[in-house]
């Protein structure tokens, strides 16, 4: 079998900082646990953009759709703030996304103990919390026509449209069965289907691939506006929840920050299978570059060294080092070793982005 490949974007900002420590984590597997990857790194965001005129060059696509998994740190920052729309950074991501047709994107909300304190919710109510959001990525109202702005009847009106074909409803729903059966067997399909006939549809395939496919599968539906109450009253009673663009972008947000900082929350993107069976794949932090910690060392590596444990799940078939790996960061936190985003005034002195990336290869080595 040849060596699983892995392409590293890191991106802007702290991007190259957090995928610093990651690249530790990396060589630890390899030396400890014997996982061996083919590894090779290219430029995005403004960093392509600084070297080459364009945020994502056809070469570093063409490596992107080769590869077993994409790695992203961050993208953006005020320097690239005044570039032409079609040159900004964020268009390297968005090509990545669609060019590599990564339909659903997977966005965990789990609150570590050592954490709870930090949500903006009670404890109680976040204490164990552990969802996954499974927003449609690749259509819906960002992408569907027509869409701009117009001149009618003497006033400019903006246009986006909400679609949805069954084929697209049918690959996200399936994803999102197949993630609630390897976790609580619970998936919640939430859509707007009492003012939205694309909710209509949304539900109606959603039901039916459940009934034929999935009866294990405990399925129940949900209004958006509902949704969005129940995440923030008694946010435990969801499992996964799969939705469509524009819900699953608000609603992941409005869970993510259940969870405390943006600096823990990692993600994966994943479109059809691959000729090994795996899907093409992005991981990459929620968090954006960051620039007004950029370059100090403050940047929190977590969320990126999460999202390589996704890749571990997801791309590579290694669950359970997957697992070790999540454990190592969760003993970290527990064991009070904080970067500067998880600390409040008066705790002490912040770990900085290296000695939290380090902390992390002590509680793994202590695993084995
Ligand atoms: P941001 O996520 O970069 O930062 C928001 C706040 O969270 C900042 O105070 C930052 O210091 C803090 N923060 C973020 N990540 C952290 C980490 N790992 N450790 C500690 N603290 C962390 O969002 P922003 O400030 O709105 O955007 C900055 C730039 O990033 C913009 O150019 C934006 O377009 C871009 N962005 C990129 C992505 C991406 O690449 N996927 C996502 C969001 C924003």
């Given at each position: 079998?040849?060596?699983?490949?892995?392409?590293?974007?890191?991106?802007?900002?702290?991007?190259?900082?957090?995928?610093?420590?990651?690249?530790?984590?990396?060589?630890?597997?390899?030396?400890?646990?014997?996982?061996?990857?083919?590894?090779?790194?290219?430029?995005?965001?403004?960093?392509?953009?600084?070297?080459?005129?364009?945020?994502?060059?056809?070469?570093?696509?063409?490596?992107?759709?080769?590869?077993?998994?994409?790695?992203?740190?961050?993208?953006?920052?005020?320097?690239?703030?005044?570039?032409?729309?079609?040159?900004?950074?964020?268009?390297?991501?968005?090509?990545?996304?669609?060019?590599?047709?990564?339909?659903?994107?997977?966005?965990?909300?789990?609150?570590?103990?050592?954490?709870?304190?930090?949500?903006?919710?009670?404890?109680?109510?976040?204490?164990?919390?552990?969802?996954?959001?499974?927003?449609?990525?690749?259509?819906?109202?960002?992408?569907?026509?027509?869409?701009?702005?117009?001149?009618?009847?003497?006033?400019?009106?903006?246009?986006?449209?909400?679609?949805?074909?069954?084929?697209?409803?049918?690959?996200?729903?399936?994803?999102?069965?197949?993630?609630?059966?390897?976790?609580?067997?619970?998936?919640?399909?939430?859509?707007?289907?009492?003012v939205m006939e694309s909710g209509i549809l949304w539900r109606e395939v959603v039901t039916k691939i459940g009934a034929e496919d999935y009866p294990d599968v405990e399925l129940s539906h949900m209004y958006a506006d509902n949704c969005a109450m129940q995440l923030v009253r008694t946010p435990k009673q969801f499992d996964v929840i799969v939705t469509d663009n524009l819900f699953g972008d608000i609603l992941s947000d409005c869970a993510a920050m259940l969870t405390g900082s943006l600096g823990m929350l990692p993600s994966a993107s994943l479109g059809v299978p691959m000729a090994n069976g795996m899907p093409k794949a992005m991981y990459e932090p929620v968090h954006g570059s960051a620039p007004d910690i950029a370059g100090q060392g403050k940047a929190n590596p977590s969320a990126t060294i999460l999202s390589f444990a996704m890749a571990l799940r997801y791309s590579y078939g290694q669950g359970a080092e997957a697992d070790r790996l999540e454990a190592a960061v969760e003993k970290v936190l527990a064991d009070g070793t904080r970067t500067a985003d998880l600390m409040q005034k008066g705790d002490g002195t912040p770990a900085t982005t290296s000695e939290m990336g380090d902390a992390i290869l002590k509680a793994l080595t202590a695993s084995l």
């Open positions: 079998m040849s060596t699983p490949s892995l392409l590293i974007l890191a991106g802007d900002g702290i991007g190259p900082e957090v995928m610093d420590e990651v690249k530790k984590v990396m060589a630890w597997f390899d030396d400890k646990r014997g996982l061996k990857f083919d590894i090779s790194e290219d430029l995005v965001g403004g960093a392509a953009y600084d070297a080459h005129g364009t945020p994502l060059t056809d070469e570093t696509m063409a490596k992107a759709q080769e590869v077993d998994a994409v790695l992203l740190g961050a993208v953006g920052g005020p320097k690239y703030d005044e570039l032409d729309f079609s040159v900004k950074p964020e268009r390297g991501l968005l090509r990545l996304r669609k060019e590599m047709d990564l339909f659903a994107n997977l966005r965990p909300a789990q609150c570590f103990d050592a954490l709870a304190d930090f949500s903006s919710l009670k404890k109680e109510l976040v204490s164990g919390l552990d969802i996954m959001i499974v927003r449609e990525l690749t259509s819906g109202s960002y992408f569907g026509e027509p869409r701009g702005i117009f001149e009618e009847n003497g006033e400019r009106v903006g246009i986006n449209t909400q679609r949805y074909t069954t084929s697209e409803i049918d690959r996200v729903a399936r994803a999102a069965f197949e993630l609630a059966r390897k976790r609580d067997n619970r998936l919640c399909s939430v859509e707007k289907a009492n």
